[in-house]
């Protein structure tokens, strides 16, 4: 009780948006060496961030005159850790943001408070922070696209999310590979899911499988942003794979969707025997 209580009293002294709104950066013990150079590129390019910024982890805790801790406690699960974090915070929307997704330039805080706006005034349950996939609409008056009930891929971890309906759609024992997939499913039959029509920041990808891109190993590199020996830089053979995937994901996710779940019938049924 006393941890909720302090949680609260932090929420005093910012404007109403920020009292109903947060953002929460997801990480775990084991990728705290990516905290500091997160946090030096937030700092850099976001030092006037009107936001409460939460870093969620397991046990290990971050001294950051700007952020607060909130721990899940031992990692069990993806999806029951972020549950438990949400039940700590008192908010009504949070940006969830992903440790590995580095600021690369300036972010516009007018961009977030529209999102936030935007989803107290329609009800809306997510909002994705770039058009991937493309929307099936975009909606007059405004930078935002819809997706439709039973499209593929309308459920993405990093975004905006009504924390209510976040912790519904939580499964527990799924990764967030598991979560934006099967999560996409879950959400068929709901409304509410968005798009914002241009990215809402720019950023790196820093992270996969345990190792560094090499591309974003060599902006920090060249940007002076000190990242400890602890991870590995992906191989010439695994960051090229790594990139053909990135590169088939852009090109199907232009497609419609309809013609994508088309494509992947006809696939299951050439290749999937009984």
């Excluded at 967030?176 to 950023?203: K, Q, T, V």
């Amino acid at each position: 009780m006393r941890q909720k209580q302090t949680l609260f009293m932090n929420t005093k002294g910012k404007n109403n948006q920020t009292k109903t709104s947060a953002i929460l950066v997801l990480s775990c013990d084991k990728y705290q060496d990516l905290w500091n150079p997160f946090f030096r590129l937030f700092d850099t390019h976001w030092p006037t961030c009107p936001y409460y910024i939460y870093l969620g982890s397991n046990t290990i805790r971050m001294d950051h005159t700007k952020v607060q801790m909130v721990l899940s406690g031992k990692d069990h699960y993806w999806s029951s850790s972020l549950y438990t974090m949400l039940e700590k915070m008192p908010y009504t929307y949070i940006f969830l943001w992903l440790d590995d997704i580095f600021l690369t330039a300036p972010v516009e805080s007018e961009k977030f408070d529209e999102c936030f706006q935007f989803m107290e005034k329609t009800g809306a349950n997510h909002i994705h922070m770039h058009p991937k996939p493309l929307p099936n609409s975009i909606l007059s008056g405004g930078p935002f696209g819809i997706y439709e009930k039973g499209m593929p891929y309308r459920v993405n971890a990093l975004g905006f999310w009504r924390v209510a309906y976040l912790k519904k759609l939580l499964l527990r024992g799924e990764n967030p590979w598991n979560f934006e997939i099967m999560g996409s499913y879950r959400s068929s039959y709901d409304d509410g899911f968005y798009c914002i029509n241009e990215p809402l920041f720019s950023s790196l990808h820093m992270v996969e499988k345990g190792k560094y891109f090499s591309q974003a190993f060599e902006y920090c590199k060249n940007h002076h942003i000190h990242l400890d020996g602890k991870r590995a830089v992906l191989r010439y053979q695994s960051g090229f794979q790594s990139l053909l995937q990135a590169g088939y994901f852009t090109l199907m996710m232009h497609m419609s969707w309809r013609r994508r779940v088309s494509i992947m019938n006809t696939l299951r049924k050439l290749f999937i025997s009984y």
